[in-house]
């Protein structure tokens, strides 16, 4: 039996979740549904995809998720991918991309009639007879062209790596997408030093934890799923230095 993920921007406050629950169970109340977050801004694929996939490919493989966040341009096509041995349930609505640049995803339409009003409902019965052990190419047929979002790239040079900013926490803390084996080889080529450029603030030593500075001051460390992230010991970073989703980060070597 196969675990069912499922992450929405639906909130805790109404019936919804628990009606998609209800939908996976009523088919086959076996399934082990295990909530990711129902907490995603409202209508904010990028949050979604952010939390998603840095959590996704901790569950065993064969598990099958459901992404119900569609923005207003999303199409209404439910859409099944394949990834890494993962089923993925989500709208036609670019998401994907956001969660995988790899060119090997494959996709399946799902053809089934569905209620337009709640279709949600509709993912939770499908990813029930997935994880029940139905075969996944006998609920649609594949498909080759499909929305998909792409990330801002980083740039790297000589002495200078730019990112953005990808998703500021709930702690305030500031997540980008500069990796760190792009970091240690760019100071590799360079004296070793560095300035984080934050506007007036810099910074010019990454932490081990969150704890290694002082009450209030600034810190950067390079986190669990190994990315730069800049935060402050006891307060909000992203309030003091006036940064937001997508802002440009830039590291200079000196």
């Not at 409202?42 to 992404?67: M, Q, T, W």
């Not at 900013?165 to 240690?184: A, K, L, P, Q």
């Amino acid at each position: 039996m196969s675990i069912i993920t499922f992450i929405s921007d639906f909130g805790i406050s109404d019936h919804y979740v628990s009606s998609v629950k209800a939908s996976i169970l009523k088919y086959n109340s076996n399934n082990t549904i295990i909530d990711i977050s129902h907490r995603v801004k409202k209508y904010d694929l990028s949050h979604a995809a952010y939390i998603f996939k840095n959590v996704f490919e901790e569950f065993p493989r064969g598990s099958v998720h459901i992404i119900a966040v569609k923005n207003y341009e999303s199409s209404d096509k439910i859409l099944l991918f394949q990834i890494d041995s993962h089923f993925i349930i989500t709208f036609d609505s670019g998401i994907i991309g956001l969660i995988s640049s790899s060119d090997d995803i494959s996709a399946i339409e799902i053809d089934e009639k569905y209620n337009k009003i709640f279709p949600e409902k509709f993912m939770g019965e499908i990813a029930s007879k997935l994880a029940s052990g139905i075969n996944y190419t006998t609920i649609g047929k594949p498909i080759s062209v499909f929305k998909r979002f792409l990330e801002k790239e980083v740039s790297i040079s000589k002495n200078k790596i730019v990112g953005y900013v990808i998703r500021v926490d709930s702690f305030g803390n500031i997540i980008t997408n500069i990796s760190e084996s792009d970091f240690n080889k760019a100071l590799k080529k360079n004296s070793g030093t560095f300035i984080i450029n934050l506007g007036v603030d810099k910074i010019s030593k990454i932490s081990n934890s969150y704890s290694d500075v002082g009450i209030a001051d600034l810190f950067a460390v390079f986190n669990f799923n190994k990315v730069l992230e800049i935060g402050m010991n006891g307060g909000g970073a992203s309030d003091l230095l006036g940064i937001k989703n997508h802002t440009p980060i830039t590291i200079k070597f000196l």
